[in-house]
Each structure stands twice: as C-alpha cells, then as structure tokens.
C-alpha cells in the first residue's frame, strides 16, 4: 500500500507531481463543497429574514443567488486549483479565460435582474402592473445593450486588447453616428422620459397643441393617438416633451362655466331670485356642485350672470349628459318664473315731424 501511495505521489505527468494534482484534486473538492454549502446558507438565512420583513428586496437577492447556476461555482473552484499546478501558458489562458467569461457572464445577469427588479417598482408606484412590465420589458432592451458592451470590454482587457485606443476609436466612431441620428436619438431618450416620467399612459384621454385623442401606444420612436374622428394620429416622442400635454385621464372632476343673459325688462326679485333657482336644481344631479352664481355685468342687450359649476366625473360624455340636464331644468324654471333670455335686438326711433 506503501509503495502504490509512493508511485502515485512520485508520478510526473506534464511537469506535475502525483502529490501536485491530488493537492489540486483536493482544493477543487473543498472550494466547490465551501460554495456550495455557503450558497445553502445565505439562501436559508435570506428566507428566515424575508419572513419577517415587508419589503421585497431580500426577495430579490435570493433570486439573484438562487439564479447562480452550478457552473459557476464549478469553474471559480477549478480556476483556484490550477494554481497549484504547473500548466502550460496556453491552458493556464484558457482557464482563466474561461474564469472571466463565467464571472462577467454571471455579474451581467445579477446586474439585469436587480435593475429590472429596481425599474419595475420605481415604475410600479404610479402605474399598473400591465404598463409597469411593458416599460420594464422596453427599458430593460437598453440595460443588456449597455451590461453586454461593458461586460464584452472588460472581456477584451484581460485577454490582452488595449481597449483605450478602441475605446477612442469607438468614441470617434459614436460621435459621427450620434450626429447622423441625433434626431433618432431624440426620440429615443424621449420615450424615456415619457416611460419614467408617467406623464400620459396607454388608454390615457390626451390633448397635444391642438390634436386630441386616446393614447393607443407608446413606442421608442413615437407615440400613437387615436382622434376622436377615429384616425391615428402618429407623433414624435420628441415633440411630446417639448409640448404642452394635456391630461384629461388625469381628471377628477370638470368645471362648467358659462353665461346666462337676461332681458332688460326683468325686474329686480326675479333677478335676485336666479341665484337661487340655479342652486336648487344642480342640488338635484348627486355629482354636481355649484361653485357660484352672480349677476356679473351689464351687456348690450341683456344682464348677464355667470354660473360656475363642478362635476364630479371623469368621462366628457357624462360630463355633458349632466350638463344637459341642468341646461333643460334652466330653461324650464326660466318660463315658470316669466324670466325671459335676451337675444339681440335693436330699437329704431322714428322722429316724426
């Protein structure tokens, strides 16, 4: 038994010793049992502590190190024991080549999962779940763009390249392309603004300048709305953060101000008694509530009162079916009472001789 422990330990196989692969054997073994049993740990005393927590982020570090395939923990434990053998510079390359890519490849996925964790509940806060994963799902397109740039760079430095003077050459190249697509650019960054920002949402009830309509999409480029005369309006996600938008979703209730004129002949108890007429019978619609009600001003043919009236409604057709309402009780109070709206009228005096 001796002399075969002997002739393993005295075995030279490509300038390694018998003593030289078990010693590497052996810290192979234990760094992969200390991971692993190190990753069983943490996820066990994450789960203890996220059960008495409220909030979501230690949730969010078990999936990171839940994601964190075997592999991983399989090459950071051979790249630790090939330094204890003497190994030819090509494999001594290729492994810790291979030791870069699992560490960027692994610390890329972290970094998306906690970013996209991150936007979706910075996002989550003033929008649905729905809209929340469709901007997630947008942004998230530009955060592996940049992860995998950065990751392919750190890459390329320790596999020798110099990087600053393709860096420089990238940045020269990146400046002639931004100016190319500038307004490209625009838009895009726009649509990021639009995304985070929240100012309208798909669905939303919005008026651009003089365009209304309903948001229907909410692209990278542009943002489509559909008028009310049912065409599609397409508009440039630049434009929409240069203007003034206007959010009718956003409502929670309407104002209706409008003028009543009166004749001149009106005496003045009916006048005083218009105020009153105009308050009992918007006391009768559940959402509506008279601001105020004043005889204003004296016009050219007619004493005007100015009615200012909130309805609590969101929908413009319930808004006017209410409206309407009030209107027709007006117009019959008006007649019971002998109040008579003015309309233009001239008089023309005839001097005789």
């Given at each position: 038994m001796e002399d075969i422990i002997n002739k393993i330990l005295s075995f030279n196989f490509y300038g390694n010793s018998g003593k030289d692969y078990l010693l590497a054997l052996a810290v192979f073994a234990i760094c992969l049992l200390i991971l692993l049993i190190v990753k069983k740990v943490i996820l066990a005393r994450l789960h203890k502590i996220a059960k008495r927590t409220k909030n979501n982020y230690d949730d969010t570090l078990i999936g990171i190190i839940f994601k964190i395939k075997s592999f991983f923990y399989l090459?950071?434990?051979?790249?630790?024991?090939?330094?204890?053998?003497?190994?030819?510079?090509?494999l001594s390359k290729a492994i810790y080549l291979l030791f870069i890519l699992v560490i960027v490849y692994e610390g890329i996925k972290a970094s998306s999962y906690l970013?996209?964790?991150l936007a979706y509940k910075a996002?989550?806060?003033?929008?649905?779940?729905?809209?929340?994963?469709?901007?997630?799902?947008?942004l998230n397109v530009f955060i592996q763009i940049i992860l995998w740039s950065l990751g392919l760079l750190l890459i390329l430095?320790?596999?020798?390249?110099?990087?600053?003077?393709?860096?420089?050459?990238?940045?020269?190249?990146?400046?002639?392309?931004?100016?190319?697509?500038?307004?490209?650019?625009?838009?895009?960054?726009?649509?990021?603004?639009?995304?985070?920002?929240?100012?309208?949402?798909?669905?939303?009830f919005i008026k651009v300048s003089a365009d209304m309509?309903?948001?229907?999409?909410?692209?990278?480029?542009?943002?489509?709305?559909?008028?009310?005369?049912?065409?599609?309006?397409?508009?440039?996600?630049?434009?929409?953060?240069?203007?003034?938008?206007e959010n009718f979703q956003k409502l929670h209730r309407r104002r209706a101000l409008f003028n009543l004129g009166i004749i001149y002949e009106?005496?003045?108890?009916?006048?005083?008694s218009i105020p009153k007429i105009i308050a009992s019978i918007?006391?009768?619609?559940?959402?509506?509530?008279?601001?105020?009600?004043?005889?204003?001003?004296?016009?050219?043919?007619?004493?005007?009162?100015e009615v200012s009236i909130f309805i609590d409604v969101k929908s413009y057709n319930d808004f006017l079916?209410?409206?309407?309402?009030i209107n027709l009780d007006i117009f019959s109070q008006f007649n019971k009472q002998g109040i008579s709206f003015a309309y233009p009228t001239q008089l023309h005096y005839q001097k005789t001789a």
């Open positions: 090459v950071i434990s051979l790249y630790l024991a090939s330094n204890f053998l003497n190994l030819s510079n090509f970013l996209k964790v996002i989550k806060r003033n929008d649905d779940d729905s809209q929340a994963q469709s901007t997630v799902k947008t430095a320790n596999m020798g390249v110099n990087i600053t003077s393709l860096i420089a050459g990238l940045g020269i190249g990146g400046i002639a392309v931004a100016l190319a697509l500038q307004n490209i650019l625009a838009d895009i960054f726009s649509s990021f603004s639009i995304l985070i920002d929240k100012p309208f949402k798909v669905g939303d309509g309903t948001v229907e999409k909410i692209g990278i480029k542009t943002t489509h709305l559909r008028t009310l005369d049912g065409q599609l309006l397409i508009i440039s996600n630049q434009e929409l953060t240069k203007a003034r938008v009106t005496s003045r108890t009916q006048l005083e918007v006391d009768k619609q559940e959402k509506a509530n008279l601001d105020r009600c004043h005889f204003k001003s004296y016009g050219d043919f007619s004493l005007n009162f079916d209410i409206l309407e309402k």
